[in-house]
């Protein structure tokens, strides 16, 4: 079974600041690990992704996340926010085999930007 | 980059009625269809995972007479919530997986149902 755990469900940070979203997992094979973006009333779209290789991954608009199988996390981090990074943010684990590629959310987190 | 769009963007229904919302993958064949649902301030649920031409394999607690399902061609796979009740208002969220991607869903923009 997988799941996954976001710490904190709301993080505030001024403009400028280090962002940072944590996310833990839980997997009994080799995750793949996602984290999504949502901004009000809309989708998600993807940030960034790990699936093999290297174990900082960056993705869109500056963020980069790390995989640490040891620590199994996957925390999300971002130099310095912007205002427009004030969304929801949700991490996300899938199996590498043996389904179908459903992925499993964790509870989101909220991240306000202040000016 | 691949994009899915849904149809329609929000929609306001008396209760009892049937409600159908389309998905569609406008630039890649979407072998896999997946539709969540979300309520205000928490997490996608998924409900459902529709393979094209065969049956949707529902989550444990959805139901399936409710939440009818159909992935009849490669790029359109439709949610029918049937006799609509207001506890089924909720923001529905598919995504769209192609064949040999294994590992990556793109997700389209929702649709926002209100039963009255």
């Known amino acids: 079974a997988q799941s996954v755990t976001q710490l904190g469900s709301h993080v505030s940070v001024s403009e400028g600041a280090l962002v940072l979203l944590r996310c833990n997992y839980s997997?009994?094979?080799?995750?793949?690990l996602f984290w999504y973006v949502q901004y009000p009333n809309q989708g998600l779209q993807l940030l960034l992704k790990?699936?093999?290789?290297?174990?900082l991954v960056k993705g869109i608009n500056g963020f980069e996340a790390e995989f640490k199988k040891s620590e199994t996390s996957f925390h999300l981090t971002k130099p310095s926010a912007h205002m427009s990074d004030a969304a929801e943010y949700f991490c996300?684990?899938?199996?590498?085999?043996?389904?179908?590629?459903?992925?499993?959310f964790g509870q989101g987190t909220t991240l306000q930007v202040k000016p | 980059g691949a994009v899915v769009s849904q149809h329609p963007s929000w929609v306001i229904c008396k209760s009892g009625t049937s409600v159908k919302i389309e998905c569609r993958s406008l630039?890649?064949?979407?072998?896999?269809m997946f539709w969540y649902r979300q309520f205000p301030k928490q997490s996608l649920m998924l409900m459902a995972t529709?393979?094209?031409?065969?049956?949707?394999?529902?989550e444990q607690g959805v139901e399936k007479d409710k939440f009818l399902i159909n992935h009849a061609s490669l790029t359109l796979s439709t949610l029918t919530v049937t006799s609509a009740h207001p506890e089924d208002s909720s923001f529905y969220i598919c995504?769209?997986?192609?064949?040999?991607?294994?590992?990556?869903?793109?997700f389209g923009p929702g649709t926002r149902l209100t039963v009255l």
């Open positions: 997997s009994s094979v080799p995750p793949y």
């Open positions: 790990y699936t093999t290789g290297a174990t």
């Open positions: 996300a684990v899938s199996g590498t085999s043996g389904n179908t590629g459903k992925l499993i």
């Open positions: 630039d890649f064949q979407a072998t896999t």
């Open positions: 529709s393979n094209e031409g065969s049956k949707a394999t529902y």
């Open positions: 995504s769209a997986r192609e064949w040999g991607f294994y590992n990556e869903q793109f």
